[in-house]
Antibody, heavy 122, light 113 residues
Framework: QVQLVQSGAEVKKPGSSVKVSCKAS????????ISWVRQAPGQGLEWMGR????????NYAQKFQGRVTITADKSTSTAYMELSSLRSEDTAVYYC???????????????WGKGTTVTVSS | DIVMTQTPLSLSVTPGQPASISCKSS???????????LYWYLQKPGQSPQLLIY???NRFSGVPDRFSGSGSGTDFTLKISRVEAEDVGVYYC??????????FGQGTKLEIK
């Protein structure tokens, strides 16, 4: 069964960066795109960007352009999301989620990680 | 960017009664390939989102048949025929016609009376 295992909680200072990992197990990493979605406390879901690991191509939501970098390591089936210039509003749970690269399954995320809590506080 | 607007933002339902959530998009979600890229997710308390419905009206694997989706173009509805206690959580609609960009609705919180 496919699982996305995320790294542990982080506490960061304002102005610093955080890098969260998402390791896929039980499936073919190269057949999927990995998205990152965040959820601030008591708020809704916000898509940040995604990467197609087999191509190394990443796309980002305009809101996060220039501040987020999504990468992937095919050799370890791991995707990464790095967010820089952190501010208190970036305090959130960050989820990775998988979407197939093929046919209409490419249009939705069917497997999600359990989330990584990032707290930004001085 | 496409804006997704859900109503209501919260609802309280007696077990066994129906529930309905509306989702409206600022642009048509009908793709030139004939498919409509509208999805419904449920986020149960303390859990990650889980897919319920894909392409407007198709139940995802393992989703009970009390959940149904309908709609077209810009107006969509998720219905639960008989709400059960396990259905509590926040329901989100999501569009992906502008893949790779995804947009979620604000969410609708369902609680049990």
């Amino acid at each position: 069964q496919v699982q996305l295992v995320q790294s542990g909680a982080e506490v960061k200072k304002p102005g610093s960066s955080v890098k969260v990992s998402c390791k896929a197990s039980g499936g073919t990493f190269s057949s999927y795109a990995i998205s990152w979605v965040r959820q601030a406390p008591g708020q809704g879901l916000e898509w940040m960007g995604r990467i197609i690991p087999i191509l190394g191509i990443a796309n980002y939501a305009q809101k996060f352009q220039g501040r987020v970098t999504i990468t992937a390591d095919k050799s370890t089936s791991t995707a990464y999301m790095e967010l820089s210039s952190l501010r208190s509003e970036d305090t959130a749970v960050y989820y990775c989620a998988r979407a197939s690269l093929y046919d209409s399954s490419a249009y939705y995320m069917d497997v999600w990680g359990k989330g990584t809590t990032v707290t930004v506080s001085s | 960017d496409i804006v997704m607007t859900q109503t209501p933002l919260s609802l309280s339902v007696t077990p066994g009664q129906p529930a309905s959530i509306s989702c409206k998009s600022s642009q048509s979600l009908l793709h030139s390939d004939g498919k409509t890229y509208l999805y419904w997710y449920l986020q149960k308390p303390g859990q990650s989102p889980q897919l319920l419905i894909y392409e407007v009206s198709n139940r995802f694997s393992g989703v009970p048949d009390r959940f149904s989706g309908s709609g077209s173009g810009t107006d969509f509805t998720l219905k639960i025929s008989r709400v059960e206690a396990e259905d509590v959580g926040v329901y989100y609609c999501m569009q992906s016609i502008q893949l790779p960009l995804y947009t979620f609705g604000q969410g609708t919180k369902l609680e049990i009376k």
